[in-house]
């Protein structure tokens, strides 16, 4: 069975349009891909229910393996996980358990300290610099015997601000030597164009890295949930014990056929452009201080506590991020749909007329 194709830019708009209830509230709190999934990815899914009566390993590996074929490693340094957010807290248990601590910035993508945490790992927190970037020269300075990981999510949620690449690559050279370096990639996708320091080149080079990325953002995949990450073969393998699910077959069918789908990559680029766009000018006209964004999302600062101008927004249809302390002062939006983000746009005015 296939859906029907349709003249439009993306065939996945009208479908989408037509099943959102009118008195649901608009979400711009997730940072998720609203056009998305696209036709094919939906062709893939139904298709993948002649085979949801089996276990997804096989077709796990065939992921694998594309995934290491388009990142030149090998496959068994390659582990697809259920959402990437599996992978972060499986991180965080294997290395959480030695119960030293783990470096990161706050605020942050916190699954993996949290996980790790549970486990009585200490969290060793480092404010962010002044630009509201990962303080590398403090984390270097903090850096320690006890140190089992550092955690670095580039670019980061949620600021949408990256660490330069010449940057980032000098800093996991000199730090891998001396312990793990956990590097978030889940807005990878959205900043290829300006010139995303992966640093999956590292792990190829045998340095003590390990890079996490997610179908869930560019892909419009975040309900399906399907992830992976790139390390050593040695450290996949033992990431790979703590995993607690996986994934499952219609998962890994949507991912192979997005993973090679270039005009849905290219849609969601554009549309994420052109929202965030809109927010600078939003921003600029109301006078209120905002980082540009490599991401899907901007950071921007409100002058009021994040929980009033949440109760606001909701009140008036429209959800937006939750608070990230320090910055409770600051409101993280998703780009989302153009229409939903000039209702908000609308909603905000309406906050400080």
């Given at each position: 069975m296939t859906l029907p194709l349709s003249g439009i830019a993306n065939p996945t708009e009208k479908r989408i349009s037509k099943r959102k209830?009118?008195?649901?509230?608009?979400?711009?709190?997730?940072?998720?891909?609203?056009?998305?999934?696209?036709?094919?990815?939906?062709?893939?899914?139904?298709?993948?229910?002649?085979?949801?009566?089996?276990?997804?390993?096989?077709?796990?590996?065939?992921?694998?393996?594309m995934i290491a074929k388009k990142e030149g490693v090998d496959p068994n340094m390659v582990l697809v996980t259920g959402g990437s957010n599996e992978a972060l807290r499986a991180t965080g248990r294997y290395y959480g358990i030695e119960k030293k601590e783990i470096i990161a910035c706050k605020p942050t993508y916190l699954a993996l300290m949290t996980y790790a945490e549970d486990f009585g790992c200490k969290i060793n927190w480092v404010p962010l610099d002044n630009d509201l970037k990962f303080d590398l020269d403090e984390i270097a300075r903090r850096t320690t015997n006890n140190t089992s990981m550092v955690f670095i999510c580039n670019p980061n949620n949620p600021t949408g601000t990256m660490v330069g690449a010449k940057e980032l690559e000098d800093f996991c050279i000199s730090t891998s030597k001396k312990t793990c370096v956990f590097v978030d990639e889940a807005y990878y996708d959205y900043s290829i164009m300006d010139g995303y320091p992966t640093m999956t080149k590292l792990v190829k080079k045998g340095h003590d890295v390990i890079v996490s990325r997610t179908f869930s953002k560019i892909y419009g995949l975040?309900?399906?949930?399907?992830?992976?990450?790139?390390?050593?073969?040695?450290?996949?393998?033992?990431?790979?014990?703590?995993?607690?699910?996986?994934?499952?077959?219609?998962?890994?069918?949507?991912?192979?056929?997005?993973?090679?789908?270039?005009?849905?990559?290219?849609?969601?680029?554009?549309?994420?452009?052109?929202?965030?766009?809109?927010?600078?000018?939003?921003?600029?006209?109301?006078?209120?201080?905002?980082?540009?964004?490599?991401?899907?999302?901007?950071?921007f600062k409100t002058g009021h506590h994040i929980d009033k101008v949440a109760k606001f927004m909701k009140d008036k249809g429209v959800l937006i991020g939750r608070p990230f302390p320090p910055y409770y002062e600051w409101c993280r939006i998703s780009t989302g749909k153009i229409e939903d983000l000039k209702v908000f746009g609308e909603k905000l005015k309406e906050f400080y007329a």
């Open positions: 209830d009118h008195h649901s509230p608009i979400k711009l709190s997730s940072n998720e891909n609203p056009y998305g999934p696209s036709t094919n990815v939906r062709n893939a899914i139904i298709d993948a229910f002649d085979e949801a009566c089996r276990y997804p390993y096989n077709r796990v590996a065939e992921l694998e393996a975040a309900g399906v949930r399907i992830g992976y990450i790139i390390s050593s073969p040695k450290t996949i393998a033992n990431i790979k014990k703590c995993t607690m699910a996986g994934t499952n077959m219609l998962a890994t069918h949507a991912a192979i056929a997005a993973y090679s789908e270039d005009k849905f990559f290219e849609y969601s680029l554009n549309k994420n452009k052109e929202g965030l766009k809109y927010l600078y000018g939003l921003f600029n006209e109301l006078g209120l201080d905002y980082k540009e964004s490599k991401t899907n999302f901007v950071f």
